[in-house]
């Protein structure tokens, strides 16, 4: 039952985190478009590197790209609350239960980490080259948030059986 419920508020706290996310991107919507147009326009990388030709200098872009993150976010978010209540529901019921009730946190927590690696580390910070910009670099943060959730997710694949505390 410990390792269930361990879990089970693991789930609960990336859901709660995902949750506050989307909450400061809704409500302070600027601060994060600007993230979001300042990697895309390369205007803070090394000046004169040759990867400049991939800037996206387009604001219709960045707010396309801005909104597609924040849609992935919510996604994510939904299902990371749906697999709580799953996880929830199946708590003290059979193994066999539990392991079918975490499909969706796996869904969840990989949907997340694809937005780390893909999104951020993939595309901001080798095709945008984000790693070059000292003010514009979030590069720490995905890497922190894909390792979190990482380790969240092995927790998770960890089967449960009959009889485990």
């Known amino acids: 039952m410990i390792t269930r419920a ?14 506050l996310v989307v ?13 979001v147009r300042h990697v ?18 387009s604001p219709a872009i960045h707010l396309a790209f801005y909104i597609g993150i924040i849609a992935w ?3 994510t978010t939904i299902l990371l609350w ?16 539990f392991n079918a009730a975490k499909r969706v946190a796996i869904m969840a927590l990989t949907l997340s980490l694809l937005m780390w690696l893909v999104a951020f580390l993939s595309v901001g910070d080798e095709w945008f080259l984000m790693w070059q910009s000292h ?8 890497f922190r948030m894909f390792t979190v959730v990482g ?7 960890q089967p449960d059986i009959e009889g485990q505390p």
Not at 41 to 47: K, L, Q
Not at 82 to 97: C, N, T, Y
Request: aromatic residues 12%; glycine residues 6%; hydrophobic residues 55%.
């Open 6 to 19: 361990a879990k089970l508020l693991l789930v609960a706290g990336v859901a709660l985190f995902y949750t």
């Open 23 to 35: 909450f400061n991107n809704l409500t302070d919507f600027d601060s994060n478009y600007q993230f």
């Open 40 to 57: 895309l326009s390369m205007d803070s990388t090394f000046p004169g590197n040759h990867g400049l030709w991939r800037a996206l200098p």
């Open 73 to 75: 976010e919510i996604a």
């Open 82 to 97: 749906w697999s709580v209540v799953r996880l929830a529901r199946e708590l003290r019921h059979a193994a066999v239960s």
């Open 135 to 142: 003010t514009w670099n979030g590069q720490e943060a995905a």
């Open 151 to 157: 380790l969240v997710l092995l927790i998770v694949l």
